[in-house]
């Protein structure tokens, strides 16, 4: 009380002298009162604050650069343990509820929150994927989190459950504990969901360990808490259509009462004080709520300046750099950065910025006589094209230049982007609507359709190719025939009279074409020839082909060596002939229409990752960007005599090239990383980018609202937005812009806009690891949960892992006393002892019980992520050992993580080669995060002997040899996400056998995730939709299985798999 009493003074001192104080501060989160319900802790601008429950001026608590929310206090109300990211990672943090110094309790990377304090006050549960018990069987993953509890003082953590439990809360005996579940990623703010993968409550008895679920209602119930001595649980549910406060008795939950109305906007963060007055956050702001009464507005102000600025320099290199362009002179560089473009000087290192918006620009590119910049800019609600001139005579470069003039030429109630200026600098090619391919003419302003959605369709902004042929005649571009996926290279008369021309008519994967030699050759990816993934929906490697534009240029490209020295050195002679003195035009390009699709070669010799192509001035080299092992490298091939070789090393993750005007230098851009290069003579050197950038950060976010807003309006995949009022719900949460101060609130704001959509695939994220972060690195063990002594007793050392080598002789029993020299008392986390060290030379102190004796091993511990993927080897291990053991070896069993050609590889090896003579096979998919693999799958496991290889007395084989055509049976749960349920459905649609598990949410759809222009942040809304043949869209369409199993949480925690045995059980019937 002595404590919150203090906090309250500084409250009303606070009230005498606010200055500029913001009267109505709005989206205040993760709200939680005090246990005498007299004050509440939130969040607000990443800090904690403390305001009176009956409003009043807020005092903030913390004051760090980090992130700090989800504030829990302690039972006396003395303490608040809140979650902090200032390691990295979120810890827990205990200080003085008055406010003082944060003392960190935990040490570990993974992320941890807090929930519940014990009713001793002593501990604090909280969730996070640390590890699960050796016993659990259940999918190991990072998306479903433990239940721990740690000392207030910190110590070691110990674990409480295995299985997800968030938002746990404790009755006064603690022989009560509520929670509610997670059984699935999805976008946490998600509303109007009605699927198996929503929230329910459940109830655990902490002394006999049973499990009860509380809530029957198909959507979401989340976030219970106990008020009138525990005889009562409030939690959040949707059962009204939105998030409201509802009510139910502790001994009867079957009846449950809403309590709030609310109807616009979802209730979130609902905590109670022991007199049971609740709160809640509604709309951006705080509310009470009291016995039978009506929600009460807590009115807030807040009177604190802002810790960082809004605006800010951040400097101009590195990764961020895109989107490049070379002058026709070789002299400058244009190039895209977070949204704005520059130029920077080839020679030296000035850079300039060009455009000054909060919006974004893409696409730039020089006029052919390098005066003017062409670009697209997404101002003004909507994309629109700009070009930037130099306005003084005198000064030749942008680089250089002082005064510039931005014009604006398509601005119209469409969206405009791609601009591409034809060769001969007298029209703009550009993208309209993001599938309508349109040609503007500089003189008359007119403008001509091209291509439109019969030939293009966009996944996302920015990805139409194509391409201006040099006479500014003809346009290449990529495109697909409705109906069909794979894409095909094509060209069109730039006039706009003639139809598109199918150039490759393949059913292979041909894309970005590219004009070579003057217009003569035209050179594309292609799938064709390359190694492909064993599933036909996987990927596949490409090589570089050409179409030659008239025969001449073919038959001189299919000339020896010799003959075309002869040939060469015969046209020289001819051109020192000509008249020089005289410029010439670009001579119109005469197409050989006779035989042109058979003018077709192939140019590279070894299929691989092809990234970017050129080819030389003469038709003699190509020079492009493969990847065979860490990354981009520039190779060369000689198209006369076939020889190749790697030309630069690069290791680059991304990569792109061009060449100056006159084809003699090349200009690549790796990673960020600009380089001019002779390629002739290997010469090359680094273009120096060395700028900076005035940024303004509110502003910003405030265009990428706006662009994720828009996008969506745009491009969802289907109309009525699942039934929200999209243009209505824009500036309910644009006012909530000047609140948010940094990217987890604003990646929190956009989930929550974007989940208004129910919808899969949806969603924000923020992605924050500094250099410096905590990274505990593992030993592969697990221990033993109960031990209490010092040290870490192991209970089981995993398959591959560190401690699983030649020679080390550990065995589970033996006790790991110190790492490095410092000893594990019980009082310490031992995380804190294994931080960065993966990888690296660690000393273990081994002791043994049985023996008495002690020695010391040196390791090298793994990552987390290498720790998971031998716990997930692990499972798959167990589950087969069982489906043999259950089925006498007549079952086989595989497990398919993901839909891609690894996974495939993986089912074809096991289920062709150790299980061929097995009876049927155990198709298990739970947790399946999707890709892209129904079809192969489907195919694979739907065989039909037709066939039998054989003779009187053996057969050596039968067709089709590369498809199961035995029985089979599917496992899948609500963690089946995307192709996870496409195949789900499909498996049971297509009665290929029966479908085991639970009911697995409608996510069949496609994802269109983006990176904004402050690459931290990435989002995404689904641009296409999967319809079944039916013609009913999969999206909220859930798949029932044949076979509904849970496995319940008191025996799966334990090591019962109920799903896995009654697949068993289910497919022994059909064999037999």
């Given at each position: 009380m002595l404590k919150q009493l203090m906090c309250a003074s500084a409250l009303l001192a606070c009230s005498v002298s606010v200055v500029n104080a913001q009267n109505a501060p709005s989206w205040l989160r993760y709200p939680s009162i005090s246990p005498d319900g007299q004050t509440i802790v939130f969040t607000y601008k990443g800090d904690l604050y403390c305001v009176a429950a009956s409003g009043g001026n807020a005092i903030p608590l913390t004051a760090h650069e980090a992130h700090d929310f989800m504030p829990v206090w302690s039972r006396d109300g003395k303490t608040i343990v809140?979650?902090?990211?200032?390691?990295?990672?979120?810890?827990?943090?205990?200080?003085?509820?008055?406010?003082?110094?944060?003392?960190?309790?935990?040490?570990?990377?993974?992320?941890?929150?807090?929930?519940?304090?014990?009713?001793?006050?002593?501990?604090?549960?909280?969730?996070?994927?640390?590890?699960?018990?050796?016993?659990?069987?259940?999918?190991?993953?990072?998306?479903?989190?433990?239940?721990?509890?740690?000392?207030?003082?910190?110590?070691?953590?110990?674990?409480?459950?295995?299985?997800?439990?968030?938002?746990?809360?404790?009755?006064?005996?603690?022989?009560?504990m509520l929670y509610h579940d997670k059984k699935g990623?999805?976008?946490?703010?998600?509303?109007?969901?009605?699927?198996?993968?929503?929230?329910?409550?459940?109830?655990?008895?902490?002394?006999?360990?049973?499990?009860?679920?509380?809530?029957?209602?198909?959507?979401?119930?989340?976030?219970?808490?106990?008020?009138?001595?525990?005889?009562?649980?409030?939690?959040?549910?949707?059962?009204?259509?939105?998030?409201?406060?509802?009510?139910?008795?502790?001994?009867?939950?079957?009846?449950?009462?809403?309590?709030?109305?609310?109807?616009?906007?979802?209730?979130?963060?609902?905590?109670?004080?022991?007199?049971?007055?609740?709160?809640?956050?509604?709309?951006?702001?705080?509310?009470?709520?009291?016995?039978?009464?009506?929600?009460?507005?807590?009115?807030?102000?807040?009177?604190?300046?802002?810790?960082?600025?809004?605006?800010?320099?951040?400097?101009?290199?590195?990764?961020?750099?895109?989107?490049?362009?070379?002058?026709?002179?070789?002299?400058?560089?244009?190039?895209?950065?977070?949204?704005?473009?520059?130029?920077?000087?080839?020679?030296?290192?000035?850079?300039?910025?060009?455009?000054?918006?909060?919006?974004?620009?893409?696409?730039?590119?020089?006029?052919?006589?390098?005066?003017?910049?062409?670009?697209?800019?997404?101002?003004?609600?909507?994309?629109?094209?700009?070009?930037?001139?130099?306005?003084?005579?005198?000064?030749?470069?942008?680089?250089?230049?002082?005064?510039?003039?931005?014009?604006?030429?398509?601005?119209?109630?469409?969206?405009?982007?791609?601009?591409?200026y034809s060769p001969d600098g007298k029209e703009v090619a550009f993208v309209e609507d993001r599938m309508t391919l349109k040609v503007y003419n500089l003189d008359s302003k007119k403008v001509r359709t091209l291509l439109t959605t019969n030939e293009l369709f966009s996944m996302r902004d920015n990805d139409q190719y194509f391409t201006w042929s040099p006479d500014s005649k003809w346009i290449a571009f990529e495109f697909s025939e409705p109906g069909y996926w794979n894409g095909?290279?094509?060209?069109?008369?730039?006039?706009?009279?003639?139809?598109?021309?199918?150039?490759?008519?393949?059913?292979?994967?041909?894309?970005?074409?590219?004009?070579?030699?003057?217009?003569?050759?035209?050179?594309?990816?292609?799938?064709?020839?390359?190694?492909?993934?064993?599933?036909?929906?996987?990927?596949?490697?490409?090589?570089?082909?050409?179409?030659?534009?008239?025969?001449?240029?073919?038959?001189?490209?299919?000339?020896?060596?010799?003959?075309?020295?002869?040939?060469?050195?015969?046209?020289?002679?001819?051109?020192?002939?000509?008249?020089?003195?005289?410029?010439?035009?670009?001579?119109?390009?005469?197409?050989?229409?006779?035989?042109?699709?058979?003018?077709?070669?192939?140019?590279?010799?070894?299929?691989?990752?092809?990234?970017?192509?050129?080819?030389?001035?003469?038709?003699?080299?190509?020079?492009?960007?493969?990847?065979?092992?860490?990354?981009?490298?520039?190779?060369?091939?000689?198209?006369?005599?076939?020889?190749?070789?790697?030309?630069?090393?690069?290791?680059?993750?991304?990569?792109?090239?061009?060449?100056?005007?006159?084809?003699?230098?090349?200009?690549?851009?790796?990673?960020?990383?600009?380089?001019?290069?002779?390629?002739?003579?290997?010469?090359?050197?680094?273009?120096?980018?060395?700028?900076?950038?005035?940024?303004?950060?509110?502003?910003?976010?405030?265009?990428?609202?706006?662009?994720?807003?828009?996008?969506?309006?745009?491009?969802?995949?289907?109309?009525?937005?699942?039934?929200?009022?999209?243009?209505?719900?824009?500036?309910?949460?644009?006012?909530?812009?000047?609140?948010?101060?940094?990217n987890y609130e604003f990646s929190e704001l956009l989930s929550e806009l974007l989940g208004e959509l129910n919808v899969s695939h949806s969603g924000a994220s923020f992605s924050n690891v500094p250099a410096n972060a905590d990274a505990t690195a593992s030993l592969g063990i697990f221990y033993d949960q109960n031990f209490t002594g010092d040290g870490l007793k192991i209970e089981e050392i995993i398959l591959e892992g560190p401690l699983q080598k030649a020679g080390l002789d550990l065995k589970a029993g033996m006790v790991i006393e110190k790492i490095d020299g410092e000893t594990l008392t019980s009082d310490k986390d031992y995380a804190q002892f294994l931080n960065r060290k993966a990888g690296k030379n660690t000393l273990l102190s081994i002791y043994d019980p049985k023996t008495k004796k002690r020695r010391d091993i040196t390791v090298k511990p793994i990552s987390a992520g290498e720790e998971s993927a031998l716990l997930y080897k692990r499972w798959v291990r167990r589950n087969a050992e069982e489906v043999d053991r259950l089925s006498n070896g007549q079952l086989g069993y595989v497990h398919i993580p993901g839909m891609n050609d690894p996974s495939y590889r993986t089912v074809y090896e096991e289920v062709m080669g150790r299980y061929a003579n097995r009876k049927g096979m155990v198709v298990d998919t739970r947790n399946n995060g999707g890709g892209d693999l129904v079809a192969d799958l489907a195919m694979f496991l739907s065989g039909r002997m037709f066939l039998s290889y054989t003779t009187d007395n053996r057969s050596v084989g039968l067709e089709p040899s590369f498809r199961w055509t035995k029985p089979s049976i599917a496992l899948a749960n609500e963690a089946n996400y995307s192709d996870g349920h496409c195949f789900a459905f499909s498996y049971q649609d297509l009665k290929l056998g029966k479908l085991v598990g639970m009911p697995v949410p409608g996510t069949c759809t496609f994802a269109g995730w983006e990176s904004l222009q402050d690459n931290s942040l990435r989002w995404g809304v689904p641009p296409l939709g999967v319809k079944d043949v039916q013609g009913r869209y999969l999206e909220n369409l859930q798949t029932e299985p044949d076979v509904k199993v849970m496995n319940e949480y008191e025996l799966v925690s334990k090591g019962k798999d109920q799903q896995l045995e009654i697949a068993v059980q289910e497919l022994l019937k059909e064999v037999k």
């Amino acid at each position: 009380m002595l404590k919150q009493l203090m906090c309250a003074s500084a409250l009303l001192a606070c009230s005498v002298s606010v200055v500029n104080a913001q009267n109505a501060p709005s989206w205040l989160r993760y709200p939680s009162i005090s246990p005498d319900g007299q004050t509440i802790v939130f969040t607000y601008k990443g800090d904690l604050y403390c305001v009176a429950a009956s409003g009043g001026n807020a005092i903030p608590l913390t004051a760090h650069e980090a992130h700090d929310f989800m504030p829990v206090w302690s039972r006396d109300g003395k303490t608040i343990v809140f979650a902090s990211d200032r390691y990295g990672n979120f810890d827990l943090f205990q200080m003085p509820a008055s406010g003082g110094e944060a003392q960190r309790m935990t040490f570990h990377s993974a992320n941890e929150y807090p929930y519940e304090f014990s009713p001793d006050g002593k501990t604090v549960y909280f969730g996070s994927t640390r590890m699960d018990a050796a016993s659990n069987r259940q999918f190991p993953t990072f998306s479903q989190p433990e239940l721990y509890k740690v000392g207030l003082a910190g110590g070691r953590v110990q674990q409480v459950l295995t299985t997800p439990a968030e938002d746990v809360k404790l009755s006064q005996n603690g022989q009560l504990m509520l929670y509610h579940d997670k059984k699935g990623g999805e976008n946490q703010w998600r509303k109007h969901q009605v699927s198996s993968i929503a929230r329910d409550l459940w109830s655990y008895d902490t002394k006999t360990g049973k499990h009860t679920k509380l809530t029957t209602y198909a959507g979401e119930d989340r976030n219970p808490v106990l008020a009138d001595n525990d005889q009562t649980i409030y939690y959040l549910s949707e059962a009204s259509g939105t998030f409201n406060v509802h009510r139910m008795a502790a001994n009867n939950p079957a009846a449950s009462t809403q309590v709030t109305k609310f109807t616009k906007h979802p209730v979130r963060f609902l905590s109670s004080s022991n007199n049971g007055t609740l709160c809640f956050s509604y709309d951006g702001e705080l509310y009470t709520l009291q016995g039978n009464g009506q929600p009460q507005k807590v009115n807030v102000t807040i009177a604190t300046d802002a810790k960082i600025n809004n605006e800010r320099i951040v400097p101009v290199a590195g990764n961020g750099v895109q989107d490049l362009a070379v002058s026709p002179n070789g002299k400058e560089v244009a190039f895209i950065y977070r949204g704005e473009v520059f130029v920077s000087a080839v020679e030296g290192s000035v850079t300039k910025r060009i455009t000054d918006t909060p919006e974004q620009e893409r696409s730039v590119s020089f006029s052919p006589d390098g005066k003017s910049l062409i670009y697209a800019s997404e101002r003004g609600k909507g994309w629109k094209i700009y070009q930037t001139q130099i306005s003084r005579k005198e000064e030749p470069y942008f680089y250089a230049s002082t005064l510039l003039k931005e014009t604006v030429l398509i601005d119209n109630d469409k969206e405009n982007y791609e601009p591409q200026y034809s060769p001969d600098g007298k029209e703009v090619a550009f993208v309209e609507d993001r599938m309508t391919l349109k040609v503007y003419n500089l003189d008359s302003k007119k403008v001509r359709t091209l291509l439109t959605t019969n030939e293009l369709f966009s996944m996302r902004d920015n990805d139409q190719y194509f391409t201006w042929s040099p006479d500014s005649k003809w346009i290449a571009f990529e495109f697909s025939e409705p109906g069909y996926w794979n894409g095909e290279v094509g060209i069109i008369a730039a006039d706009g009279k003639g139809k598109k021309i199918n150039l490759t008519e393949s059913g292979y994967q041909d894309s970005e074409p590219q004009w070579m030699l003057g217009g003569k050759m035209l050179i594309w990816n292609s799938t064709r020839e390359g190694m492909r993934s064993q599933a036909n929906s996987g990927g596949a490697q490409t090589d570089m082909f050409a179409l030659f534009m008239t025969q001449d240029a073919f038959d001189k490209y299919r000339l020896s060596k010799e003959d075309y020295a002869l040939i060469k050195e015969q046209e020289e002679k001819a051109a020192k002939e000509k008249d020089k003195k005289k410029k010439k035009e670009e001579e119109p390009l005469a197409i050989d229409w006779e035989g042109l699709k058979t003018r077709k070669a192939r140019l590279t010799l070894h299929s691989s990752n092809l990234g970017d192509a050129l080819v030389s001035k003469d038709g003699e080299t190509l020079y492009y960007l493969a990847r065979f092992e860490k990354g981009y490298n520039l190779w060369s091939t000689n198209l006369r005599t076939k020889e190749t070789k790697m030309a630069v090393t690069l290791n680059a993750n991304r990569a792109s090239m061009d060449w100056d005007k006159d084809q003699k230098f090349m200009f690549l851009l790796a990673d960020g990383r600009v380089i001019k290069l002779d390629p002739t003579a290997s010469k090359q050197e680094n273009v120096s980018i060395s700028g900076d950038m005035n940024l303004n950060v509110a502003a910003e976010r405030a265009f990428m609202l706006e662009h994720v807003w828009r996008r969506t309006q745009k491009t969802f995949y289907t109309a009525g937005f699942h039934g929200a009022n999209w243009e209505a719900l824009k500036p309910d949460y644009e006012k909530y812009l000047p609140h948010i101060s940094n990217n987890y609130e604003f990646s929190e704001l956009l989930s929550e806009l974007l989940g208004e959509l129910n919808v899969s695939h949806s969603g924000a994220s923020f992605s924050n690891v500094p250099a410096n972060a905590d990274a505990t690195a593992s030993l592969g063990i697990f221990y033993d949960q109960n031990f209490t002594g010092d040290g870490l007793k192991i209970e089981e050392i995993i398959l591959e892992g560190p401690l699983q080598k030649a020679g080390l002789d550990l065995k589970a029993g033996m006790v790991i006393e110190k790492i490095d020299g410092e000893t594990l008392t019980s009082d310490k986390d031992y995380a804190q002892f294994l931080n960065r060290k993966a990888g690296k030379n660690t000393l273990l102190s081994i002791y043994d019980p049985k023996t008495k004796k002690r020695r010391d091993i040196t390791v090298k511990p793994i990552s987390a992520g290498e720790e998971s993927a031998l716990l997930y080897k692990r499972w798959v291990r167990r589950n087969a050992e069982e489906v043999d053991r259950l089925s006498n070896g007549q079952l086989g069993y595989v497990h398919i993580p993901g839909m891609n050609d690894p996974s495939y590889r993986t089912v074809y090896e096991e289920v062709m080669g150790r299980y061929a003579n097995r009876k049927g096979m155990v198709v298990d998919t739970r947790n399946n995060g999707g890709g892209d693999l129904v079809a192969d799958l489907a195919m694979f496991l739907s065989g039909r002997m037709f066939l039998s290889y054989t003779t009187d007395n053996r057969s050596v084989g039968l067709e089709p040899s590369f498809r199961w055509t035995k029985p089979s049976i599917a496992l899948a749960n609500e963690a089946n996400y995307s192709d996870g349920h496409c195949f789900a459905f499909s498996y049971q649609d297509l009665k290929l056998g029966k479908l085991v598990g639970m009911p697995v949410p409608g996510t069949c759809t496609f994802a269109g995730w983006e990176s904004l222009q402050d690459n931290s942040l990435r989002w995404g809304v689904p641009p296409l939709g999967v319809k079944d043949v039916q013609g009913r869209y999969l999206e909220n369409l859930q798949t029932e299985p044949d076979v509904k199993v849970m496995n319940e949480y008191e025996l799966v925690s334990k090591g019962k798999d109920q799903q896995l045995e009654i697949a068993v059980q289910e497919l022994l019937k059909e064999v037999k």
